[in-house]
């Protein structure tokens, strides 16, 4: 019996020690979710952040309502590094902020262009934030604004630019999320460059930023546009479009896509893939690395203008030709541009480490002029696997 | 004004121990005497009754009214008697008469004793006694019946396919009920009574051979040392008998279905049967067997697996899911998703109490319900159900007392609770669960898991009668994973046992 007590008395000196720790009620603490980050004029403080924090009675009304409160609040402090900023942001922020649902960093455009590398050591060595979450680059414009623009489709701005840049690689291809744990490996990495999607607002208006923009049929909204190629760390280009597609072409990241190929002389097809593979090779040839694209793609026919009769298997070899030469020339104008900038953005000096690591070892240095002269080569292949669900169009009479 | 006495002085009472004496000769003093140690209790029933031709030549037929069976005394002791006292004009002597009285009853069962303390044990509990005039010895016929309900329906742990018969409240009914399901000579049937003042009988079955025979001296023995008045219920007697006193897990198992207790018999376990209650004990019990419903082996066993593996999560889930709520939004909230924190945000907004206050009243609020249940009655049953539900549920939600997740999280702890077979194991998680609640407000996931740390700790020590609590999970034995967590089809699972 005597044990007994004395368990009991330990067990409740114990607790009456540690207290109650880290108690905190939902309520007492602000959930940052979003961080945008932007250069700063003055040079004693250099960045300007602006942190999106949940603001929950605002989501309790019912955030179609526009009532009371939108759910999300963004503040803006500078500081001179990003743990700063964190800590400065409590002079506005009501609650104790916390950083471990982060889902998201804007990374403005100036800032991209003058230098991006250092950003993210802060989020690597904190215990709070995840290295799991995408980054993006805010396009003609701040981040500040881009996070400003609250879209009456999901529920807070963070989440619709992560499911728009979502569906675009889904369904358009012509970018990927890139994750920050990513980022810091492309950086680091000497065989292959950092590229990044781009955000900015489409239908940019006054009220992008109030409750009005709520309740429009037409809103602002987020518009994923181009790609950024970087180099050194340094944004040096944007691609748009079909040149964005094609560098995910050739990186294997597009999910689906739809290619336009013209089938005849005033008409044009298109031809929606069901499964896109390529492999990129660094061959040796006399001593210059010469780059390989092998490109496998199945996809279906449809829609077409042209009057011919697809239920011949001659003449779906004969498109197939057609998406082939699309391809070749897309892809190969897209590895044209990265050349020029110097930018490996595809990962041929990864490949070129892997299956020759002693040229590797020689020539890594002075792997950006090796590559922007090396010769492109390609192998494309497309199988049209069926034509939806006609063979031949209709004939207008 | 008159003063009113709360306790009245307590008349002097002549206590003269009688039990020491033999009987009178004198059949009136006996009943004389009788009736006195009785207290003159009003159904205390005899009858007198002498021959027409000798008047010495008396009889007292002497029983408990409602205790013992009217026809078997009117038919078998009565009607014989009379008949009998009719028809002798001889004179005869005491001895004669002694030995004629057994050759005419025609009861079943008929002894002979001769002191007072069998007779008084005898009349009090239902046996009727003969005496004679001029004789000392008694004659005691077995007329026991007690009026008691008919097999009907387990009131506790039904079954959709399978016997829907229950045991009762007597002793012999479901001892009948057991032996005829087990026809076999081998099934032993050993008694005892229990307790100074009821003196209950006790039933302990087993099959030869196939249970060990040490767990069997060793229950007996713990029985012989019970020191009581009464014993009420087979609670009683497994409080006592249990290894270990101090535990909240079930050591015995306790059911009120017949099939149940023949399985677990055939299995080699010890059935305990208690008069007076229908819960049958059955030693000894270890904690997968408190998961195991008879229904498991009357369905296919693909769906009795999932079921089986449903109630050990669901026993899990009713100790765990209000505590590992409450550390996840006060301690961890790093751990919960972006779209599940949004929305408990909001909730919480409202509610002016902080997250341990409200989970700790609802689960009060739930207990207090699940109380008045039992002892509603039934005509405002279910308007009270409906009011009930409504104010917890809805009112609470929507005056912010509560904020909606908390009702859920409790409601889906406290139905959990409700698909385990054996309320005994259902009370264990019941208790832990606010224990778990308390330590998580402390010191969040890390307290949870030190508190699973210690109950583990304590379910592995346990042992019922020498058998480790945590078998076949703990001393790992492979062949007997076969019906623990998942239940094999009934040919690989049934063995013949043979005697061993």
Redesign the interface.
Same mark, same amino acid.
């Given at each position: 019996m005597k044990t007994?007590l004395l368990l009991l008395w330990i067990a409740a000196i114990c607790?009456c020690v540690?207290?109650?720790?880290?108690?905190?009620?939902?309520?007492q @603490?602000g959930?940052i @979710?979003g961080m945008g980050i932007d250069q700063n004029d003055s040079s004693e403080q250099p960045y300007k952040v602006t942190y999106q924090v949940?603001n929950?009675?605002g989501?309790?009304q019912g955030s179609s309502s526009g009532g009371q409160g939108l759910?999300v609040i963004n503040y803006t402090v500078t500081a001179k590094t990003l743990v700063e900023a964190l800590k400065r942001a409590s002079v506005v922020i009501p609650r104790e902020h916390?950083t471990?649902?982060l889902?998201l960093i804007v990374v403005g455009e100036k800032l991209a262009r003058s230098d991006l590398s250092s950003l993210f050591d802060a989020l690597d060595r904190g215990k709070?934030a995840r290295t799991s979450i995408p980054v993006f680059i805010a396009r003609d414009g701040t981040a500040e604004k881009l996070l400003g623009v609250i879209e009456p489709f999901e529920?807070?701005p963070v989440?619709s630019i992560i499911s728009t840049s979502q569906n675009a690689q889904k369904v358009y291809g012509i970018v990927s999320n890139v994750q920050a744990y990513e980022v810091i490996s492309m950086l680091v990495s000497e065989g292959k460059d950092l590229s990044l999607p781009g955000i900015s607002i489409n239908k940019p208006s006054q009220n992008g930023e109030e409750a009005g923009n709520l309740e429009s049929t037409s809103p602002s909204a987020m518009q994923v546009k181009g790609l950024a190629i970087f180099r050194n760390g340094k944004l040096v280009r944007w691609l748009d479009d079909e040149e964005a597609r094609s560098i995910q072409l050739a990186t294997s990241k597009v999910k689906g896509t739809a290619l336009v190929f013209p089938c005849s002389i005033n008409g044009n097809s298109t031809l929606t893939t069901t499964g896109i593979k390529s492999k990129i090779k660094t061959k040796i040839r006399h001593g210059q690395p010469v780059i390989h694209t092998d490109l496998n793609v199945m996809g279906e026919i449809t829609e077409t203008s042209c009057r011919k009769d697809l239920s011949n298997p001659k003449v779906l070899k004969e498109l197939e030709k057609e998406v082939e030469n699309e391809l070749q020339k897309e892809v190969t104008k897209a590895i044209t541009i990265a050349q020029k900038e110097k930018s490996d953005i595809f990962g041929f000096g990864d490949s070129l480490s892997r299956t020759n690591p002693s040229y590797w070892g020689q020539h890594k240095q002075n792997w950006e002029n090796l590559f922007s002269s090396a010769k492109i080569s390609m192998n494309v292949n497309v199988s049209i696997v069926n034509t939806g669900m006609r063979t031949n169009p209709y004939e207008v009479n | 004004m008159r003063q009113r006495h709360l306790l009245r002085e307590s008349k002097e009472k002549k206590t003269i121990n009688y039990s020491v004496t033999p009987l009178y000769d004198d059949v009136n003093k006996n009943i004389e005497r009788l009736l006195n140690e009785l207290g003159n209790s009003s159904d205390v029933s005899f009858r007198i009754v002498e021959s027409p031709y000798q008047k010495t030549v008396k009889a007292a037929v002497v029983h408990l009214d409602g205790l013992a069976d009217e026809n078997i005394i009117n038919e078998n002791i009565m009607t014989p008697l009379i008949q009998w006292l009719k028809e002798s004009n001889q004179v005869v002597t005491v001895k004669e008469i002694e030995e004629q009285i057994s050759q005419i009853l025609t009861v079943s069962q008929l002894t002979i004793k001769e002191n007072w303390h069998e007779f008084m044990s005898a009349v009090l509990t239902g046996d009727t006694v003969i005496l004679l005039n001029g004789s000392s010895k008694i004659f005691i016929g077995n007329t026991k019946k007690l009026q008691s309900r008919a097999v009907t329906e387990p009131t506790s742990q039904t079954v959709v396919r399978g016997p829907k018969d229950s045991f009762t409240e007597n002793l012999r009914t479901n001892t009948s009920l057991i032996r005829a399901r087990i026809q076999d000579s081998n099934l032993r049937l050993d008694s005892m009574k229990i307790g100074s003042v009821t003196q209950t009988d006790i039933g302990i079955m087993y099959i030869q051979g196939n249970a060990d025979e040490r767990i069997v001296e060793e229950i007996k023995e713990r029985l012989k040392e019970i020191k009581v008045d009464g014993v009420l219920e087979s609670n009683y007697i497994e409080e006592f008998i249990r290894d270990d006193r101090?535990t909240i897990f079930p050591l015995l198992l306790n059911t009120e279905r017949p099939d149940a207790v023949v399985g677990n018999l055939l299995e080699g376990r010890i059935a305990i049967i208690v008069q007076g209650t229908p819960f049958v004990l059955i030693a000894p019990a270890i904690f997968s067997q408190f998961f195991q419903s008879p229904e498991d082996y009357y369905q296919n066993d693909y769906i009795s697996s999932f079921l089986r593996i449903l109630r050990f999560g669901s026993f899990f889930l009713s100790m765990y899911a209000s505590a590992i709520y409450l550390a996840l939004?006060?301690?961890h909230? /790093?751990l919960i998703p972006?779209t599940l $924190?949004?929305?408990? $945000? #909001?909730?919480?907004?409202?509610?002016p109490f902080? #997250?341990i206050v409200e989970i700790v009243v609802m689960e009060l609020a739930f207990e207090m319900l699940r109380e008045a249940g039992i002892r509603m009655p039934r005509a405002i049953g279910p308007a009270v159900s409906i009011v009930g539900a409504l104010i917890l549920g809805q009112a609470a939600v929507e005056a912010g007392f509560v904020s909606a997740a908390v009702v859920i999280i409790v409601a889906i702890s406290a139905i959990s609770n409700f698909t385990l077979p054996s309320t005994s194991i259902v009370n264990a998680a019941r208790g832990f669960r606010f224990i778990l609640i308390l330590i998580s #407000?402390?010191? /969040?996931l890390y307290g949870i898991l030190l508190m699973t740390l210690c109950i583990w700790l304590h379910i592995s020590s346990l042992r019922s009668f020498g058998i480790p609590y945590f078998s076949p999970f703990a001393p790992f034995d492979f062949k007997e994973q076969k019906d623990t967590l998942v239940r094999f089809s009934l040919p690989s699972l049934l063995k013949k046992h043979q005697n061993k």
């Open positions: 007994y607790l540690s207290g109650c720790s880290n108690y905190r009620e939902l309520n @603490i959930v @979710i949940i929950p009675s989501l309790s759910p916390i471990s649902h889902s709070q529920v807070t989440k | 101090t939004i006060t301690h909230q /790093g972006n $924190m949004v929305s408990l $945000m #909001a909730q919480r907004e409202r509610v902080p #997250a #407000a402390f010191i /969040g």
